[in-house]
């Protein structure tokens, strides 16, 4: 099993940055595909960014490419999202997940665990 924990989210205004981090328990965190997901009001959770077991491999939502960067130290059993360039409608709360399933990666179906959110609040 895999415990998942964010940190980092705040208020900043427009164009400003924040790093967000999620922090994991268990011995097998360096196997697990993480993810960042985002959810605002009224809208359906998003991926946003991800990175696998190695880090070799990274994927972003369209609308966060050249903006945002995932990274992970599975030394430290964490996986980090510097935000830049930030826009207000970047406005939601940030979730990671963890996977070891093959599958759409984009989807929230293929995510076992989850951590409890952060808020990140872009004001203009």
Do not use: H
């Not at 009224?42 to 190695?54: K, Y």
């Not at 996986?79 to 997940?97: F, I």
């Amino acid at each position: 099993q895999v415990q998942l924990v964010e940190s980092g989210g705040g208020l900043v205004q427009a164009g400003g940055s924040l790093r967000l981090s999620c922090a994991a328990s268990g011995r097998t965190f360096s196997s697990y595909y993480i993810a960042w997901f985002r959810q605002a009001p009224t809208n359906l959770r998003e991926f946003v960014a991800g990175i696998s077991s190695t880090g070799g491999t990274t994927a972003y939502v369209d609308s966060v490419k050249g903006r945002f960067t995932v990274s992970r130290d599975n030394a430290k059993s964490t996986v980090y999202l510097q935000m830049n360039s930030l826009k207000p409608e970047d406005t939601a709360v940030y979730y990671c997940a963890a996977t070891r399933r093959p599958g759409s990666l984009t989807s929230t179906l293929l995510y076992d665990y989850w951590g409890q959110g952060t808020q990140v609040t872009v004001s203009s």
